[in-house]
């Protein structure tokens, strides 16, 4: 089955860029979604299509996508940015996350 | 405004069985695959099924294969999960959530109703 790699955690200072990783096999060829989660909240997308935001999501958020990973990048971090993400494929008509990345702003 | 709200979680004996309902509203139910995703205490999220529109379509992940089934009333626009011979690890928070085909993506997500499992 197919699996997607994220390390466990990122600790970023605030203002700095955090930069979370997510690894599959050709994972380039798919497109990837990353979700964001906050302690006792329920997911919440922030990038589809590899690289898109959908509408209320801050320009800090962005994300690419080549070869085996898919990357979600969160420039001038705050500390509301703290939380858990989680990045998503499609394998046929199953669906994949990620084990998740906890992002913590020192 | 879109709404999704779970319900029918609870507290349930290895063997049993529970019956989670997702209420859907703000949006046109009958247009979108639908999907139940969970979550075990401190755990990642792990998808469980998704079902097409028309109920067509129906996939699971393996490891719930033969104990639960996926269903939908677009009528009533309401997402089902029969959950039968639970055990021990499918304790979880679990979500329904709509999946927006031009996106490719989740984007609306109920608050998740907690199964617990447990003599």
């Known amino acids: 089955s197919y699996e997607l790699t994220q390390p466990p955690s990122v600790s970023v200072s605030p203002g700095q860029t955090a930069s979370i990783t997510c690894s599959g096999d050709?994972?380039?060829?798919?497109?990837a979604s990353w979700y964001q989660q906050r302690p006792g909240q329920s997911p919440v997308l922030v990038i589809y299509q590899d690289t898109k935001r959908p509408s209320g999501i801050p320009e800090r958020f962005s994300g690419s996508n080549s070869g085996n990973t898919a990357t979600l990048t969160i420039s001038e971090t705050q500390a509301m940015d703290e939380a858990d993400y989680y990045c998503?494929?499609?394998?046929?008509?199953?669906?994949?996350f990620g084990g998740g990345t906890k992002l913590t702003i020192l | 405004e879109v709404q999704l709200v779970e319900s029918g979680g609870g507290l349930v004996q290895p063997g049993g069985s529970l019956r989670l309902s997702c209420a859907a509203s703000?949006?046109?139910?009958?247009?979108?695959?639908m999907t139940w995703v969970r979550q075990a205490p401190g755990k990642g999220l792990e998808w469980v099924a998704n079902?097409?529109?028309?109920?067509?379509?129906?996939y699971y992940v393996d490891s719930v294969k033969g104990r639960f089934t996926i269903s939908r009333d677009n009528a009533k626009s309401s997402l089902f999960l029969q959950m039968n011979s639970l055990r021990a690890e499918d304790t979880a928070v679990y979500y329904c959530?709509?999946?927006?085909?031009?996106?490719?993506?989740?984007?609306?997500w109920g608050q998740g109703i907690l199964v617990t499992v447990s003599s």
């Open positions: 703000g949006f046109t139910f009958s247009s979108y695959w």
């Open positions: 959530a709509s999946y927006e085909n031009s996106l490719l993506a989740f984007d609306y």
């Open positions: 998503q494929a499609w394998d046929s008509s199953t669906v994949v």
């Open positions: 079902i097409k529109q028309d109920g067509s379509e129906k």
């Open positions: 050709k994972l380039g060829d798919k497109y």
